[in-house]
């Protein structure tokens, strides 16, 4: 007899999005002449750089080429892309890797998922509710013990920090679903708290590319102390129009342990590397030549045009959904902006509504956890026209 992992019986029976996109996809089919406006799961809309599209065409050239075709990559990623990481993204913060720590992936859902395959499954997880539904469903999938750390309008969407120790704690900044970001100082907490409680910090800077001020930290490692204590991941996705593409990347230092059941301190740069070894082959050359040219100054001014773009778009809404007297956090450092919503009506209510009188599409926040009860989050990843749109139509739904 072939026994399931009862685990997965605990989660609910959908991921969040595909929940979400099986109501859009029943009431397009009721109403096919409906153009409905998605301003929910967050898929970018501006096609990939021309950088990246000329590179890739380069790559795919060479692929089919005998004299420069290449098979199997190197499953850590190629030289070529970790450079460019390293140069650009960590070097000008004061932060200096080395090439072994830094892995280059299919995206950085995959490696959240997979992140705790090299962890027990007794250790303690903590995470923000609301949170990034991957991070909860993979610690539950392997029955691990998750304390939620409520973020709302009266802690102004940052966590307490936990009072008591936690193994693991997930930390996403700039935040999804929320948009909130965390000033150096609350950062340094979490890092301090790791340190003292022996705990690791799984930091997700997927939306970095998106943060405007400049005091705000773009990567844990500018916290001294969080090599010891800190992977971080990081993705091409939102920051370059990846989404179909995938390409994320996880950086895990050398210098950070942690232990056995009989307390022995082992390398987790040696187990990750063990564990993509053995269940990765690698992110396609063709993929990495794309994500290396964002890094060339041409691709640098192009991916930050499309961020302006989208940064617009959140400035655009915010104002309006303000103006309609709704509460906005995010948008600011964010793609994401995070609405509460009247008390009259619970968040999947609210999608309904929203889906059946304007054909819009927002995600709501209970399936960001029960914190996220009372709100909704919007992306300002569509068309600039889409999102205009989508606020008249919203203007119009009186709850
Ligand atoms: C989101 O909408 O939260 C993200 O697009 C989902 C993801 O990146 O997996």
Redesign the pocket.
């Known amino acids: 007899m072939t026994l399931i992992n009862e685990n997965f019986l605990n989660l609910t029976n959908n991921y969040l999005?595909s929940d979400v996109a099986n109501k859009v996809k029943a009431y397009k089919a009721c109403h096919p002449s409906a153009e409905v406006i998605s301003l929910?799961?967050?898929?970018v809309t501006q096609p990939l750089p021309l950088v990246s599209v000329d590179a890739m065409k380069q790559a795919v050239e060479e692929m089919g080429c005998p004299k420069t075709f290449r098979g199997y990559g190197p499953e850590q990623g190629y030289d070529f892309l970790i450079d460019a990481i390293i140069r650009n993204d960590y070097l000008p913060r004061g932060i200096k890797l080395k090439p072994n720590e830094v892995f280059i992936s299919d995206g950085?859902?995959s490696d959240c998922g997979n992140i705790g395959d090299i962890f027990d499954s007794c250790n303690s997880v903590g995470m923000t509710d609301p949170v990034?539904p991957?991070y909860a469903d993979s610690n539950m999938m392997c029955g691990r013990t998750i304390t939620y750390l409520p973020c709302n309008i009266a802690n102004d969407f940052v966590p307490s920090l936990p009072d008591k120790k936690l193994d693991i704690i997930y930390l996403c900044y700039p935040n999804?679903?929320t948009g909130t970001v965390l000033t150096k100082a609350e950062l340094k907490r979490w890092v301090d708290y790791a340190l003292l409680n022996d705990s690791l910090i799984i930091y997700d800077g997927?939306y970095e590319a998106y943060i405007q001020e400049p005091q705000i930290p773009h990567s844990i490692y500018e916290i001294d102390g969080a090599t010891l204590c800190a992977i971080e991941l990081r993705?091409f996705?939102k920051t370059a129009g990846f989404?179909g593409v995938r390409c994320g990347y996880t950086v895990v230092p050398e210098e950070l342990t942690a232990s056995t059941r009989h307390g022995e301190r082992i390398s987790l740069n040696h187990l990750w590397n063990r564990r993509q070894c053995t269940k990765f082959n690698g992110t396609s050359y063709i993929t990495q030549r794309g994500a290396e040219a964002i890094y060339t100054p041409e691709g640098q001014k192009q991916v930050k045009q499309v961020i302006g773009y989208y940064m617009q778009n959140a400035r655009l809404m915010k104002d309006s959904l303000i103006d309609m007297g709704y509460r906005v956090a995010g948008g600011e450092n964010a793609p994401y902006l995070w609405v509460k919503i009247p008390d009259s009506v619970s968040s999947w209510q609210f999608f309904d509504r929203m889906l059946n009188e304007a054909q819009v599409v927002v995600?709501p926040g209970l399936g960001f956890g029960a914190s996220g009860d009372g709100y909704i989050r919007l992306?300002a990843f569509g068309q600039q026209e889409d999102c205009l749109k989508a606020m008249r139509r919203m203007k119009h739904v009186k709850m």
């Open positions: 999005f929910g799961i967050g898929d950085a859902k990034y991957v999804n679903p997927a993705s996705s989404t995600t992306t």
